[in-house]
């Protein structure tokens, strides 16, 4: 899609200068339309409730009478807006959970408010069957009594601002959005720009349109919020909207109905299993999905590209007889322990060759001359040392080889024989020992390559045939760092990990019935989807699935700071490093989001917060899935620390707290960077004194009683150099130059330290908002850019920034030697931070290496997967007429005219 654009290299730039990109000439065109449904919107707010439920019918008629979809488009964007304010918004003045005090209200609504209440009061609750088809318990009245149109204007005086829980009127952008979404196209929203209310409005215009939808997100709990949040406007729009589950949560009758509303929300991965399980069942009744009309698809970067390798599988049983799972892991136990001391030597080599390189690179930078000497005699003695430790490794055993980057393990010829004398069987490979082998390898890379808490969890979950519950070998998406119930790894490897980890082994499967993602997407007559992060992948999505990406405003402009990134040479030196700015930041009381890669990490890193300085937080991850929401939702409150893995919390809110004198200075007497004598009604300059005096002793070094007594200017100044000597990049000579604002300003610069701006802070906003620590970059910019946009949504203020070391995945996969050539020509040594945009620019360009790596490959699981669809196509196609007895004589005919051909 872009590559049209990027074509004329010099008359290109020119002519989007003139006419604007071609993203900003769409979204121009959607503009218009904007202006066009604002002028509707005081004729929509003049009808009652009723009238906005009969406009559905009546748009849709004329719709199908011929009239020009573009003008009954912008009056069925008026009206679901209406119903949006109304439904989701000013009718929680009636939800006992909202607290809504009335007084607010001016006298002449008052009458009208307890009038509407005492006719909610003597109405029951209506059973979820009819109009509330999709809902699982009883409706409250306050839901569904029609109110007077008096009322909600006098809600909207009250309350002029869009904002929860008492008003819900769509933004421009978000009608931009629907829009984009109702013509088939991908709309990228930054986050926190509200997609949740996007989707509802494209499936209002699709239902008229005749067409059945479903809303695609990215899990369970997720599926069930968006619905249950999303009934009211539908309800108030004339449609009914359902929710699917897997089966162990929802049983086939009642799926059944779900999927008989108007719109359904459910998960990429049971639209296709109740798909494929679809065309397994023996006649049309039992059928649960029947119409693909069109798909929204919410994080559609997330599905369509991250998720696009995973095909659904539904799987029989494999084996009639239970392989040797267990012989497998005792050898494979055997063969770790005895390649132990080849391990060890092995790691000794490469530390020394590390080294090796380490002082290359010092004598290149070295300012000192006279240390030059030294360094190179300790390079001779190195490399004097490095055959020795060679020749000592090699006089140890390899039993197996390792490939961490494509996870896999090979045996050796040595390894083999060991494993066979170990088994007490003369070869593998005659008789009845050839699977051995096969189950050894798959038991090796449970042991070498796979790690709990990384690659999978061990959680309790009911078994989806018996419902018992027992512990279970979970797989942990590598993107979302989420739980993947119900998967499974093939070939045997799950099972050699169960084996590892003593749990019960479950019966090796086979594919019964299969679709890639990809596919099963490419079935729908129409499809589009919404995400925060989709323009990298733009040429994917266009070259695959023909889907244009429209890049949509924000409705207040994002003021997010994002910092360099920092890079170590050594990953514990790195780990010190962010537990070091956590603290900074947490004494203030900035909340702190760190994003981590994984179970394991996330867990590390919160011990080593407790373990060296005490501070208070929260850990989610996989094994916090169901307290994902309400542990996400408290993230932006004073001195809040939330440590997640990567993509958890996405499509829930992060608000910022208030704040009050009285909770700032408890939160920093706690943190002990304040005196017991320090008052609420201290100015700022009398607050700045006393927290300076306090942190001096700690800072400088200084006796207690001489921070006190020194003069304020003069210890300022020190601190301020000292903060600079730590946080900044100037050299001795500027900061002993630099007067106290400009070193403020270049403290404000690096974003490293924050007391020099001390002061009454009125909200978290005012703080500086959320800031985001990435603790490595992932193999995609998208995710990190998803891991950014936490904070700073809806024009908040927030900071993030990247640590990587040269230990890390990414690093140690793809960024090479030149890397370590610019490191080493930057004289940088372990323990040393560098910040340097060549570094970042690197670190992209090793991301996309990977992206470009993992596109290919997505790309070639279509390629192969297209024979099969043509396949399966035809196969299901056939099958389905037979089942709905479409026309079967004229079939049978054709099958006995073959017969007779090929029998001539």
């Known amino acids: 899609m872009l590559s049209k654009e990027q074509g004329i290299p010099i008359v290109g730039p020119i002519l989007n200068k003139i006419i604007g990109t071609r993203n900003e000439r769409f979204v121009k065109r959607y503009t218009t339309r904007v202006e066009r449904i604002n002028a509707l919107e005081p004729t929509i707010r003049g009808k009652s409730d009723p009238e906005l439920r009969e406009m559905f019918g009546e748009l849709k008629s004329r719709l199908a009478s011929g009239e020009n979809p573009d003008t009954v488009m912008i009056e069925a964007a008026?009206?679901?807006?209406?119903?949006?304010?109304?439904?989701?918004?000013?009718?929680?003045?009636?939800?006992?959970?909202?607290?809504?005090?009335?007084?607010?209200?001016?006298?002449?609504?008052?009458?009208?408010?307890?009038?509407?209440?005492?006719?909610?009061?003597?109405?029951?609750?209506?059973?979820?069957?009819?109009?509330?088809?999709?809902?699982?318990?009883?409706?409250?009245?306050?839901?569904?009594?029609?109110?007077?149109?008096?009322?909600?204007?006098?809600?909207?005086?009250?309350?002029?601002?869009?904002?929860?829980?008492?008003?819900?009127?769509?933004?421009?952008?978000?009608?931009?959005?629907?829009?984009?979404?109702?013509?088939?196209?991908?709309?990228?929203?930054?986050?926190?720009?509200?997609?949740?209310?996007?989707?509802?409005?494209?499936?209002?215009?699709?239902?008229?349109?005749?067409e059945k939808v479903h809303i695609v997100t990215v899990n369970d709990y997720l599926v069930q919020r968006d619905r249950d949040w999303t009934f009211p406007f539908f309800l108030g729009a004339g449609l009914t909207v359902g929710a699917i589950h897997p089966q162990h949560m929802q049983p086939e009758p009642v799926k059944r109905q779900m999927y008989m509303c108007d719109v359904v929300?459910?998960?990429?991965?049971?639209?296709?299993?109740?798909?494929?399980?679809?065309?397994?069942?023996?006649?049309?009744?039992?059928?649960?999905?029947?119409?693909?009309?069109?798909?929204?698809?919410?994080?559609?970067?997330?599905?369509?590209?991250?998720?696009?390798?995973?095909?659904?599988?539904?799987?029989?049983?494999?084996?009639?007889?239970?392989?040797?799972?267990?012989?497998?892991?005792?050898?494979?136990?055997?063969l770790m322990e005895k390649q132990k001391p080849w391990q060890e030597l092995d790691d000794k080599v490469q530390a020394c060759e590390e080294r090796i390189k380490g002082f290359e690179g010092d004598i290149r930078q070295a300012k000192d001359k006279s240390k030059v000497p030294d360094m190179t005699r300790q390079i001779e003695a190195l490399k004097k040392e490095l055959p020795k430790l060679e020749a000592e490794r090699d006089k140890q055993t390899q039993y197996f080889e390792t490939?961490?980057?494509?996870?896999?393990?090979?045996?050796?010829?040595?390894?083999?024989?060991?494993?066979?004398?170990?088994?007490?069987?003369?070869?593998?490979?005659?008789?009845?020992?050839?699977?051995?082998?096969?189950?050894?390898?798959?038991?090796?890379?449970?042991?070498?390559?796979?790690?709990?808490?990384?690659?999978?969890?061990?959680?309790?979950?009911?078994?989806?045939?018996?419902?018992?519950?027992?512990?279970?070998?979970?797989?942990?998406?590598?993107?979302?760092?989420?739980?993947?119930?119900?998967?499974?790894?093939?070939?045997?490897?799950?099972?050699?990990?169960?084996?590892?980890?003593?749990?019960?082994?479950?019966?090796?499967?086979?594919?019964?019935?299969?679709?890639?993602?990809?596919?099963?997407?490419?079935?729908?007559?129409?499809?589009?989807?919404?995400?925060?992060?989709?323009?990298?992948?733009?040429?994917?999505?266009?070259?695959?699935?023909?889907?244009?990406?429209?890049?949509?405003?924000?409705?207040k402009p994002v003021i997010r700071e994002d910092y360099e990134d920092l890079m170590f040479l050594r990953g514990k030196d790195k780990?010190?490093?962010?537990?070091?700015?956590?603290?900074?930041?947490?004494?203030?009381?900035?909340?702190?989001?760190?994003?981590?890669?994984?179970?394991?990490?996330?867990?590390?890193?919160?011990?080593?917060?407790?373990?060296?300085?005490?501070?208070?937080?929260?850990?989610?991850?996989?094994?916090?899935?169901?307290?994902?929401?309400?542990?996400?939702?408290?993230?932006?409150?004073?001195?809040?620390?939330?440590?997640?893995?990567?993509?958890?919390?996405?499509?829930?809110?992060?608000?910022l707290g208030s704040l009050t004198r009285e909770q700032l200075l408890d939160h920093w007497l706690r943190r002990g960077i304040c005196s017991r004598k320090l008052k609420v009604d201290a100015t700022d300059d009398e607050l700045r004194e006393d927290v300076y005096r306090k942190v001096a002793a700690q800072e400088l070094g200084l006796k207690k009683r001489d921070a006190e007594i020194m003069d304020f200017g003069e210890l300022e100044m020190q601190l301020l150099r000292h903060w600079a000597e730590q946080s900044t990049w100037m050299s001795p000579k500027q900061i002993e130059r630099a007067g106290a604002e400009e070193l403020r300003e270049q403290l404000d610069a690096t974003g490293r330290c924050l007391l020099h701006r001390i002061r009454w802070f009125e909200s978290v906003e005012q703080l500086g908002g959320l800031h985001v620590i990435g603790t490595e970059r992932h193999e995609s910019r998208r995710i990190d850019n998803q891991l950014r946009g936490r904070g700073g949504r809806q024009g908040d203020r927030g900071s993030s920034r990247f640590f990587v070391s040269l230990?890390?995945?990414?690093?140690?996969?793809?960024?090479?030697?030149?890397?370590?050539?610019?490191?080493?020509?930057?004289?940088?040594?372990?323990?040393?931070?560098?910040?340097?945009?060549?570094?970042?620019?690197?670190?992209?360009?090793?991301?996309?290496?990977?992206?470009?790596?993992?596109?290919?490959?997505?790309?070639?699981?279509?390629?192969?997967?297209?024979?099969?669809?043509?396949?399966?196509?035809?196969?299901?196609?056939?099958?389905?007429?037979?089942?709905?007895?479409?026309?079967v004589k004229k079939l049978i005919e054709e099958y006995i005219d073959e017969c007779i051909d090929d029998a001539c």
């Open 265 to 334: 929300y459910g998960t990429t991965s049971e639209f296709g299993f109740d798909y494929l399980r679809d065309n397994m069942k023996r006649n049309v009744a039992q059928q649960v999905q029947r119409r693909r009309d069109f798909a929204i698809v919410d994080e559609v970067d997330s599905v369509l590209i991250d998720e696009a390798r995973t095909p659904l599988i539904i799987s029989g049983a494999a084996h009639e007889d239970q392989p040797r799972y267990e012989l497998a892991d005792r050898l494979a136990a055997v």
């Open 575 to 655: 780990w010190e490093a962010i537990v070091d700015e956590i603290k900074n930041f947490h004494d203030v009381g900035h909340p702190i989001l760190v994003g981590t890669t994984s179970v394991e990490k996330s867990e590390m890193l919160s011990k080593m917060l407790t373990r060296k300085h005490g501070i208070k937080h929260e850990v989610l991850n996989a094994k916090q899935h169901e307290r994902e929401a309400h542990i996400v939702e408290n993230a932006g409150q004073l001195g809040a620390v939330m440590i997640a893995t990567n993509m958890a919390g996405r499509g829930t809110d992060i608000k």
């Open 403 to 555: 490939q961490l980057d494509r996870k896999q393990v090979h045996l050796t010829h040595e390894g083999i024989s060991e494993a066979q004398k170990e088994a007490g069987v003369g070869s593998f490979y005659v008789g009845e020992n050839t699977d051995i082998p096969h189950l050894l390898e798959q038991a090796l890379r449970a042991h070498a390559v796979y790690q709990l808490d990384r690659d999978y969890v061990i959680m309790n979950v009911p078994d989806p045939q018996t419902g018992k519950t027992g512990p279970t070998i979970v797989i942990v998406d590598t993107f979302t760092g989420r739980p993947m119930i119900g998967r499974q790894w093939s070939d045997g490897l799950h099972q050699a990990i169960e084996c590892k980890e003593k749990v019960p082994i479950k019966q090796e499967t086979q594919t019964v019935a299969t679709i890639t993602i990809q596919n099963f997407f490419k079935m729908y007559k129409r499809l589009a989807g919404m995400t925060g992060t989709a323009d990298t992948e733009a040429q994917e999505f266009h070259d695959i699935y023909q889907l244009d990406v429209v890049s949509i405003p924000t409705n």
């Open 78 to 210: 008026a009206v679901a807006r209406e119903v949006m304010d109304r439904c989701i918004g000013i009718r929680n003045i009636f939800n006992p959970e909202a607290g809504f005090d009335p007084s607010v209200l001016p006298e002449s609504a008052r009458g009208l408010y307890e009038q509407s209440l005492k006719e909610i009061e003597n109405t029951p609750a209506e059973a979820p069957e009819g109009r509330f088809q999709g809902c699982t318990e009883p409706v409250p009245s306050w839901r569904f009594v029609d109110l007077p149109i008096e009322l909600y204007e006098a809600v909207r005086e009250v309350y002029p601002e869009s904002k929860p829980p008492f008003r819900s009127r769509p933004f421009d952008v978000q009608l931009i959005g629907s829009m984009v979404l109702g013509q088939g196209k991908i709309a990228e929203m930054k986050t926190g720009e509200g997609k949740t209310i996007v989707a509802p409005l494209a499936a209002y215009w699709a239902a008229m349109n005749n």
């Open 807 to 887: 230990e890390d995945d990414l690093m140690k996969l793809f960024a090479g030697e030149t890397t370590m050539r610019v490191l080493s020509r930057l004289g940088m040594k372990e323990g040393d931070a560098i910040e340097h945009p060549i570094l970042s620019k690197s670190v992209e360009r090793a991301q996309r290496k990977v992206e470009e790596r993992n596109f290919q490959g997505r790309k070639q699981i279509l390629e192969y997967d297209e024979v099969m669809e043509h396949q399966r196509q035809r196969f299901y196609g056939i099958r389905q007429r037979v089942l709905e007895s479409r026309d």
